[in-house]
Every structure is written in C-alpha cells, then in structure tokens.
C-alpha cells in the first residue's frame, strides 16, 4: 500500500496502481478518456491532468498525467487546483473542435461519457468558429452503427479489439487530425465481441443498431439484473425495457465472471423474446386446423382434466428453464415420471461433469481466473462459437507471461503499451485438441486435429507421460508420442495448468482423459491444475442435479405403454430426435401438453399449449459452468402492458394445476415458497437461498428501484389506452420495485444491480462507483453462490481406456460443428440472427473431397435418421477422412445425428 496526499487529505491507495486509478478508488473524480480498467494506461487523451507537487511546501508545482504516474507512497496531487482545472478544460474544448453538436439527437445522449466528463471539467461554450472536418461513415453489419464524426482520437477502440479481443478487421487509418477508425472496407465486424465497442468508446462512435430502431434515452427504460441465457457461462446483464419491448442488453459487471464484456451473442441474442407472434393466450386442439382459444380458468381446468384422463404423465423439463420451473414439473408428475430431456449422450457427459464438482479434488476456476493460468489444453471444444467469452479470457491468459515480464523490468502492468510490445513475441503455451480447426488456433502452440477415438489415444498417452501409473496406449506413432512427452513436460513446468473440456462434442470418453490429465498432474502436486467442464445451456448443470431419466427413455415408455401423456416444459423435442420419430410422437397431440413461450414445433403439434413467461418476464435460478447458482430477475410484467396476456411463469402454471388436482389452496404464493421448498428436497441446493435476497428484503424501508430517478414518462405510458394511468404492478417475487420509487445507490448489501448510475456518472464508467477498488469487486462483493465448494470427498481413481486399434472406417462419422449464430436454440428465433447464421454446410476432408470427386461449389446428399440431407460442400484441410461435421443443434440437424454413421455420401445433381 501507499500513502498519498489529495488537496491536503491522506488517502491509503493500492502501490500497484496508477494515480488515476487510485483516485478513482477511493471515490475521488478526476476526468479521463483513453484509460480503462481493463485496457491499462496509453496517456493520449491528456484529460487526466493533475498537478503534482515535490513537497508539502511546493506551492508551483508541475502538471502531469495522473494515468501515467505510478501512486507512489508520499506522492502529494493536487485535482482542484486551477492550473490543472483549467488544463483539463481545455483539452476537452480541443477533442471537442470537431465533435458535432449532437447530443439531443445522438443516441449516446444521457449515457455518454464524453458528456460525463464535459460537465466534469466545467466546459461550457466553445470559441472554436471554423468548418468541421466530416468523415464518411461505414456499414460494420447487423449490429454496431458507426458515426465517425463523434471521434475525438481516445484510442480505446482499436486497443480494446485489436490488442484486446485480438480482431483484425478493426484498426486506425490517417494521422494528425484526419485519424480514422475503422474497417479497409465495409462490412460486419468479425470478432465475436465487437459489441462491446458499444460500451467501450466514451462517445457515440459505435451505438447499438438494434436500440437504434426503437430507440428511447436511458433513464426511459425500467432495468433488472439477468444473467445470460445463450450458454454455460452464467454472465451477468443488465436488462432494459421500454412499453413492454427489451431494448437493450448491457453488461453487468460482475467481478469472477464477465467482468466488463459480454459476447455478441449475450449483447444481441435477445430479439427473440420480443416477437409478436409468440404464444400469448392458451389454447386447447379441438381438430384438424381448428383450435380454441382459452382463458386463465378454462386452461387451469383443461390441465386438471388431463391429467385426470390420463394415468401416468411423463414430464419433460428443460435445459434452458430454471431450477424453479424444472422442480414444479418434476412435483406434479411425480420424481419417477420426470425426465430431463437430454440425450443419453448429453447426460452421460452432464454426469460425468458433476461427478468432478462433488468428488472436490480438482479445482473449477471462475471465468476471470482462466486468465491468470500459463499453460491450457483445450479438449474437443471449439470455445470461440460455443463459449465466445471463455475463449476471449484464453486469449488474455496467453497475454498473461508478457506482463509479468514487464513487471520482473519494473514495468508497471497498467502500461498497455510496454506490455502490448513484450506481448508480440512472449506468450504463455496453449494446445488445442479436437476434429477440426477453430479460430484459437492461431494463438495455439500446437494443434491436433483428428477423430475422438485417435484423440482420446494421444491423451491418454499425455497423462501416461506424467503420471506413470495412468492406463497407457501403446500404438500411437512415434511422432505423436514425441508431441505427448512435449506436452506433458510443457505442464509440468508450469506453475498453473488449465484444462478445458465440455459436452459439446458429446464424447464422455473425451471428458474422462482431461479429468485423468487433470487427476494425474494434481497427483505430483508440484503445480496447480484446474479443470473448466463446459456444458451446452444455462442450466444444463442445474437440470442435471435435479435428475430423470433420458429424452430416449421417456420416448421409449409411451411407445411401450408404460405411460400414457407426456408434457414438455420450455421443450422443443424437435432439436433433440429426428424429424420421423417427433412426427410420429406428435401424431396424437390431445394427450400432450406443452408449456413454452416460443412457438415450437413441439408447441404447434401440442393438444394443449399454455404460454409461458420467457427469462425477461420472470424471476429465478440457475447453475453455470462453474457450479455458480446465480439469479436473474424479471425486468417488466407484460400483463400490466396488455390484459389480454395470459403469461405466467411456467413453476406457476404447474404448481397451479397441482394444488388443483390435490384440491389444496396454493402454497407457492412467490419465488421464495418455491426456492424453500426444492432446497428442503434436495440438499446441494441449500446455498441457493444466499444467492439472492428475499423478496421482503429492505435498504432503509426501500425496496431497489427498476427504473432511474429521472425516469419520464411515469404516468403516461398507456396514455394511449386510457388516460387513467393504472397503478403499476407490485413484485411479490424480488426486492425490486416495477417504478423509479426506491433504492438506486451503491450498498454493501445489494449485489444485484439493475442499472449503473451515479451522480455524475451515467456512462458505463459508473460501473466504477460501485466497486471496492477500480476493477475489483463490487462493494456488495460477487452475485451467486458456489454449491460444491465445501464437497469433501476426493475423486482418486482414474479412468481406464483399452488401447483402441485405429482401423480404417468403411463409413463417415458425423462431428458436430458450431457457430456463434445459430447454436443456441432460443435465439435461432430471432430476425435479426437469423440473418447472421450462416448457411449450413456439410464439412469435410479436402483430399476426401478430391478422391472422390467433389467440387468447392457441390452439393452433397445423404441419408441419415430415416431423413434425406442435401447440403453444399465446405472443404477441410484438417478433418479427418472419413468424418464430416454437421451443424449439430440447428433446426433440421438434431442432436441424435451426433456420432451417427453414414453409409453413401454423393454429389447432388439438380
């Protein structure tokens, strides 16, 4: 620590950090542009201004750049002194020459940082009087507007993409006052986190486009905390909404997981949950091409019925629905009926994975700590399209060993630039194993690209290198062994091992090789390992606590009569078994009940559908790829927006028509009755009532506000439908309050914040009010609570493999393969993904390809599921003959053909 003098106050600051920085830390405002917390210190904007002095008797002092000064102890600054006051005016009068006068027009406007820190430094009037230079704007695609002419120069774009997000379509053209950022040409960026451009840049260079088409300022939006539902990762958002519609997705800063980023897919995925054709009233299948609409008690009643005709109903739940949802299905079918509707594949991976977390022997970093290990071996996960935000955190940890090079010099870790030089030639050591290639692999000190089976050979031979004991493969060649000695001598020389691994290849044999890695390096306990398991969906972890029984099996006992009626709860059945087998599932939708709040072909098929909630209308919990339970909380009751709405949660309809086949009065009156009930069931859930207030929970009498104090508007929203402005909907559920009445301020009791603002404050940036230390952990300290960390069993036994002779293949193998757009199944209903998803594509071999004389433009047939494919043709240098990757877990490509084997594969010929 250091001891530094402010305007005459004493000030205990962290030694590692800059003199901004520190002052910001200890809630002291000093103005800035080019330094961000997580980009370090480059010194360009010059707006950081201070004046420091030699001794408490200087009274001239000298101005420097408090970014650039290291907070040295006995340093003495002075921020309010005029010299520097008047230095900081100027230099926003001057990054202002050219900076149009937008704002009552710029959608930056009341959440700008420039705006911020113009009023910051008290300049008001300019004497600037001459043409402004103009830039041309470009197309940067679906999602991000470019507005050149709002650049004042900071720099902050090109050192957060290009030496950050390591993109390369992104970068600055020209030089003195003609400094240009952006693309060679247009077109959309192609990095997978180019959204946070958004936030990045303190002015309206890069705004978001889709806000743009309805667009309102910030403090006309009503904000909840959610937590990302389009992957594993559990990152936390901010979510806001206006008139009923999800405007905008932000990141919430969370300091263990997304920190200050979030991916495209998390910033832009949500379009979904604002369709206008969505299921919105129940309705019951009278006959064909004829349904009935019903209302809330007819549905209620309807449901009764069912269940009163039927004597055994199988319950679907569902990954991407919550703890709470999952729970009420499995309570009104019965433990025994209850399936979790994922594939035997999928499950036995799920399996595997929790077996790790409650046999605690091997460490499950967080999403920030990927980025402080020196060696990772990724296993059978292409992370940039399945979770962007883990590869982004690889990324910084191959950066890491250039910054603790710079500090070994004296180099302080905030000076970006020092760092990003020793970075160009230094970098920590990643491996990549899997069937094809993936955007990491450019980063990667050596990949292996092959079959799961010549995979799952090479790994064992890794973990055979280091511990002795582990099964051994004896027919590798001599050139892969050689790569499995370098490997394995490569992580025992680390300080800090990281091994990644997860479902999305849906090879549980794949997964128990990192865990013997894993084992066997933590067995020699001379370093540090850490295992990270990825699973497919929010709450894959979650659902699988929970239990059933396979999509397979529950399939299985209607064919067999052993149960007659199945209901699917947020379930598309369609996305997980062949077209043939859903249809002829389907054939008699009136003993099949659906709940859902996207129209599914499972949903359209069903005899009964009741419309459900989506994650922006609802409160609830959920399981990350960490064993994190986190909360997310409703934004807005769409009720309120229109009576006609017949929109519950879905734990609510279900527990619902329970309490009315039992003839019982509702005992589930909240979130905290259901929260209560499955943590008495089942005793990992206990923690979960700590991962978010009560819903009677008070800060000084107040419930926390949804919406800015300035929020406009209040009592005109349905102006348009009556002039006699209802009163807005009281939360039974949360703390949170659907109005700007109540709590808005940093508080060490609340770690879920809906919006942050501070006086003064209203960019992103604010974000910095509400911490600990710049970059640190929030005052309230982090959201969720870890379900396994106090396990005390040990997990000592490894998993044996018989060597597996590689014989040439008579048939393909089908691989899945991803991409950010159109991998998750929500929003894959989205317009605007739906534009970005590529084509789908069948991949393969090249040299395959040419022996068998297929062209760059073919389109290649199959058969597979009883189900003709006809796909064009993309060619592989590095796939395995004999494989082909199909895009697993699209509409029209189930998660059944994962591993499937195809006998003919030939040119389609129109």
């Keep these: 620590m250091s001891i530094i003098y402010v305007d005459g106050k004493k000030y205990s600051v962290s030694a590692l950090d800059n003199l901004l920085q520190a002052c910001l830390s200890v809630g002291l405002d000093v103005p800035y542009f080019c330094w961000h917390p997580m980009l370090g210190s480059l010194g360009a904007c010059r707006q950081c201004a201070v004046t420091q002095y030699n001794s408490l008797t200087d009274n001239h002092g000298k101005l420097i750049m408090s970014c650039m000064t290291p907070a040295k102890n006995g340093t003495i600054i002075s921020i309010n002194d005029s010299s520097s006051k008047e230095f900081r005016r100027s230099i926003v009068e001057l990054l202002l020459t050219n900076h149009p006068h937008d704002c009552p027009v710029c959608e930056e406007g009341g959440h700008c940082h420039l705006q911020d820190m113009t009023v910051m430094t008290n300049h008001n009037s300019r004497s600037y009087r001459f043409s402004k230079r103009t830039h041309k704007n470009q197309y940067l695609g679906s999602f991000i507007k470019h507005e050149m002419n709002r650049c004042i120069g900071c720099y902050r774009c090109v050192r957060y993409y290009k030496d950050y997000a390591d993109g390369v379509d992104l970068d600055v053209y020209g030089t003195h006052d003609n400094i240009y950022f952006g693309r060679i040409e247009d077109g959309a960026l192609e990095n997978e986190h180019s959204g946070n451009l958004i936030e990045i840049c303190p002015t309206g260079v890069f705004t978001d486009k ?103 109903v199988i319950g679907v739940g569902s990954i991407r629905s919550s703890i709470e949802n999952n729970f009420a299905l499995q309570e009104l079918v019965g433990q025994e009926n209850f399936s979790h509707g994922m594939s035997k594949k999928e499950i036995s991976c799920v399996k595997l994975i929790l077996n790790v977390f409650k046999n605690n022997q091997l460490y499950i970093p967080s999403l920030k700590e990927i980025e402080s290990y020196d060696t990772i071996l990724i296993i059978g996960e292409d992370l940039t399209q399945t979770s962007p935000r883990v590869a982004l955190a690889v990324r910084q940890a191959m950066k890491k060993r250039a910054k603790k090079l710079a500090q070994l010099n004296g180099i302080p870790e905030w000076n970006a630039s020092f760092v990003s030089h020793i970075a160009e030639n230094h970098k920590n050591s990643l491996y990549i194993i899997h069937t094809h290639e993936t955007k990491l692999d450019d980063i990667a000190e050596w990949c292996y690209v092959s079959s799961i089976n010549e995979q799952i050979n090479f790994l064992s031979s890794i973990s055979y290198q280091i511990d002795k004991t582990c099964p051994n493969i004896s027919n590798l060649s001599s050139y892969l062994i050689s790569k499995a000695h370098l490997i394995s001598k490569k992580i025992m020389l680390s300080k800090k091992v990281l091994i990644i691994c997860g479902s999305h290849s849906f090879s549980q044999s794949l997964i128990k090789s990192a865990i013997n890695i894993a084992m066997s390096i933590n067995k020699k306990n001379i370093n540090h390992v850490g295992l990270t398991c990825l699973t497919s969906s929010s709450n894959t972890l979650g659902l699988g606590l929970i239990g059933g029984f396979s999509i397979e099996t529950a399939l299985q006992k209607l064919k067999q009569k052993e149960a007659d009626a199945i209901i699917f709860m947020e379930y598309d059945i369609y996305r997980y078994i062949s077209e043939n087998e859903c249809n002829d599932i389907l ?47 409703q934004v807005y009751d769409p009720i309120f927006y229109d009576k006609k709405n017949c929109l519950y949660v879905s734990w ?51 419930k926390i506000a949804r919406s800015p104090h300035r929020y406009s508007g209040r009592t005109a929203i349905l102006s348009h439908l009556n002039v006699h402005e209802p009163s807005q909907p009281k939360d039974v559920n949360t703390m949170f309050s659907f109005s700007m009445e109540g709590y808005n301020q940093p508080n060490k009791f609340l770690s879920h914040v809906p919006f942050a603002w501070f006086p003064g404050w209203n960019s992103p940036q604010s974000w910095n009010k509400f911490q600990k230390e710049v970059g640190k952990s929030l005052i309230s300290g982090d959201s969720g609570v870890h379900l396994f960390k106090d396990n005390k069993k040990v997990l000592d036994t490894y998993f044996n493999f018989f060597s597996k002779n590689i014989i040439k293949e008579k048939y393909w193998s089908i691989v899945p393969y991803y991409h950010i757009f159109g991998n998750e199944e929500l929003t894959q209903y989205s317009p605007i993904i739906k534009k970005n998803i590529p084509l789908e594509y069948i991949l393969i071999n090249e040299i395959e390809a040419l022996e068998l004389g297929f ?44 591993g499937k084997k195809i006998k003919y594969l030939r040119e389609f010929i129109t």
Excluded at 224 to 231: L, V
Excluded at 619 to 631: K, L, P
Excluded at 669 to 679: M, T, W
């Design 652 to 702: 609510k309809w279900l527990h619902l028509i329970k309490s009315k086949i039992e003839k019982k009065e509702v005992y589930w009156i909240n979130l905290d009755d259901v929260i209560s009930a499955f943590c008495n069931k089942y005793p990992i859930f206990k923690k979960v009532k700590e991962a978010g207030p009560h819903s009677n929970f008070r800060i000084h009498g107040q």
């Design 587 to 633: 054939r008699n939708r009136r003993n099949i009940i659906t709940i859902d709040h996207q129209y599914s072909r499972t949903y359209q098929q069903s005899g009964l559908g009741l419309p459900a909630a989506n994650f922006t209308e609802s409160s609830g919990t959920i399981v990350n790829f960490e064993g994190r339970a986190q909360r997310f909380f």
């Design 855 to 898: 062209k760059k433009d073919s389109v290649l047939e199959f058969n597979c599921l009883n189900q003709d494919f006809r796909l064009p043709i993309r060619l592989s240098k590095y796939i395995s003959q004999k494989q082909i990757g199909l895009p697993i877990g699209r509409k029209g490509f189930p998660i059944s053909l994962a």
């Design 210 to 312: 889709l806000h743009s088409k309805k667009y309102n300022r910030k403090w006309d939006m009503q904000y909840a905390p959610g937590i990302c539902q389009n992957c594993s990762i559990g990152c936390n958002i901010s979510i806001g909404e206006r008139y009923g519609e999800i405007r905008r997705i932000e990141n919430r800063y969370h300091q263990n997981i997304n920190h200050y980023l979030i991916c495209d897919l998390g910033r832009f995925g949500y379009s979904h949950t604002d369709l206008k054709k969505r299921p919105k009233q129940p309705f019951i299948y009278m006959n064909t091409n004829n349904v009935s609409i019903l209302n809330f008690s007819e549905s209620i009643e309807t449901a009764v019925n069912f269940f009163q005709r039927y004597k055994r």
